[in-house]
T-cell receptor
């Protein structure tokens, strides 16, 4: 089954403790993105990648890192999480630059 | 920078009736893509419909159709014969055409309730 898989689905952590949210797609898509969703703000793009080793900032990249060492994986790294990073996070992938994105199930992150 | 505006934070519709959700956007580009996504309580983001700006014909997908007014920069979604399963958050999104950018800009969403 074609899908984008994020892990974990839920995570509660403490301020400053490094964490990684994994994202994997099995569709051989070149394009992948991370978004955060906050009430009243919709979805905002954090980072995106147009190919292996090619990444770029979205609208809200501060406090996040990404890597794209393999085509299928695009992990989101929070080196020192803070409470304002409490949010719902989505990973997405697309086969071409102008097509719609296929979204993962979301990761609910709480930083206390 | 492109912006996408959904002016209706919440809407409701009677089951079997028709409802229209509004979306406007601001861009200096002439070629781009527009999308409507549905997010039910499960949180899953589901593509509803897609429109390419260079196509004058409005996109249609079963009970869902759009009214794309390029000059007015308007992209509304019409849901006909509303069903209980249509209750969800709906997001309008914009992506510019052209290599070098993969940014997808979303509106803040409209919460649609369907009344039995």
């Amino acid at each position: 089954e074609a899908q984008v898989t994020q892990n974990p689905r839920y995570l509660i952590t403490v301020t400053g403790k490094k964490l990684t949210v994994t994202c994997s797609q099995n569709m051989n898509h070149e394009y992948m993105s991370w978004y955060r969703q906050d009430p009243g703000l919709g979805l905002r793009q954090i980072y995106y990648s147009m190919n292996v080793e090619v990444t770029d900032k979205g609208d809200v990249p501060e406090g996040y890192k990404v890597s794209r060492k393999e085509k299928r994986n695009f992990p989101l790294i929070l080196e020192s999480p803070s409470p304002n990073q409490t949010s719902l996070y989505f990973c997405a992938s697309s086969p071409q630059i102008h097509t719609e994105a296929f979204f993962g199930q979301g990761t609910r992150l709480t930083v206390v | 920078a492109q912006t996408v505006t959904q002016s209706q934070p919440e809407m409701s519709v009677q089951e079997a009736e028709t409802v229209t959700l509004s979306c406007t956007y601001d861009t200096s580009e002439s070629d781009y893509y527009l999308f409507w996504y549905k997010q039910p309580p499960s949180r899953q983001m589901i593509l509803v419909i897609r429109q390419e700006a260079y196509k004058q014909q409005n996109a249609t997908e079963n009970r869902f159709s759009v009214n794309f007014q390029k000059a007015a920069k308007s992209f509304s979604l019409k849901i006909s014969d509303s069903q209980l399963g249509d209750a969800a958050m709906y997001f309008c999104a914009y992506r510019r055409h052209g290599a070098g950018s993969y940014q997808l800009t979303f509106g803040k969403g409209t919460k649609l309730s369907v009344i039995p």
